[in-house]
């Protein structure tokens, strides 16, 4: 039997990730470029804030350098946080900077843990690099005890729309052809159906949008190359852009998403995950097709805003 189709270029997704490690601290005046994942670490905390539940072992998969991890550690009940990643440079920056906590370099499609492990999986934007989404959930499941709760947000099919457009048509001017520049990600759509298929109960998938805006588009694409996340589809082109190409694509950006003042806008489309591993007293879950359940009876407290940011 063959596995799940090769989407992403999975070395390249580390090597992502250890260049940006590598790039910490940031030069004195120069932009925080990780300030999309903390943003959403810390927004995923406050829906880990709404929950009742008390946890006592947490799996902070794709920590990066470990910014919630003192603020998971600090939660009532909380006897241990294992830090996971990808990147080795990554999971060696959490231990430094979290120092009384494991930071353990693992592949999320292959999980090394027993059945049972946790109770708490906080998965701050690490997924969408996954090429088997399913399989990984279902490990994800399969690892938390009864009643643990997965938290997770993913980078949305809708984010970069800008930069997409821009660089298509600047490609398709320029050089007679489109070649995949920006990852496929998953739609929200597709989010409660892929934790229902893994077996969670009360699977709720929203999404937030976060804007940020930059002087040049070349700002953007720094940026994404210091956070790590440029393109890692296999399908992608492997010699150099040319440069006519870019300032094309510059240009374009420039003429349609400026605002008043001249800045370029830069929407990230975050798809959030909730679900519990089944337990007594849960619940029934929805019939297939139909994950559809208030991300307030999920999380046990009040509705949150899906639009938020």
């Known amino acids: 039997m063959t596995g799940p189709a090769r989407i992403f270029d999975r070395r390249a997704v580390r090597l992502h990730r250890d260049r940006a490690a590598r790039r910490w601290p940031e030069p004195a005046g120069s932009r925080n470029p990780e300030f999309l994942h903390e943003e959403v670490a810390g927004r995923l905390l406050e829906r880990l804030g709404e929950v009742r539940e008390p946890f006592a072992d947490c ?27 990808l990147s080795p440079a990554m999971a060696a920056a959490a231990r430094a900077a979290n120092r009384f906590f494991p930071a353990l370099c693992l592949d999320e499609e292959c999980l090394p843990f027993a059945d049972g492990s946790f109770d708490l999986v906080f998965a701050p934007l ?97 940026d994404l190359r210091h956070m790590g996340e440029t393109n890692a589809v296999c399908a992608r082109r492997r010699n150099f852009t040319r440069r006519a190409t870019l300032v094309e694509a510059a240009e374009v950006y420039l003429r349609r998403f400026a605002d008043r003042g001249g800045r370029l806008r830069a929407t990230f489309d975050i798809l959030f995950l909730t679900g ?15 994950a559809a359940a208030r991300l307030a009876d999920a999380l046990g407290g009040k509705e949150a805003d899906p639009e938020a940011g």
């Open 59 to 85: 799996l902070y998969l794709g920590c990066r350098r470990g910014y919630a991890t003192r603020r998971l550690a600090a939660r009532s009940g909380m006897q241990r946080v294992v830090q996971a990643d």
């Open 126 to 222: 690490s997924l969408h690099w996954v090429d088997d989404l399913p399989g990984t959930l279902i490990q994800l499941n399969r690892l938390l005890r009864p009643g643990g709760l997965l938290l997770a947000a993913l980078i949305g099919g809708g984010a970069l729309g800008e930069l997409r457009e821009a660089l298509a048509e600047a490609e398709l001017a320029g050089e007679g052809g489109v070649s995949p520049r920006i990852s496929p990600f998953a739609d929200v759509r597709d989010g409660g159906d892929l934790l229902q298929r893994a077996g969670f109960a009360l699977p709720v998938a929203d999404r937030e949008r976060i804007g940020a805006t930059y002087e040049h588009a070349f700002g953007l694409m720094i």
């Open 276 to 290: 519990w591993a089944p337990a007594e007293g849960q619940p029934k879950p929805l019939r297939p097709g139909s």
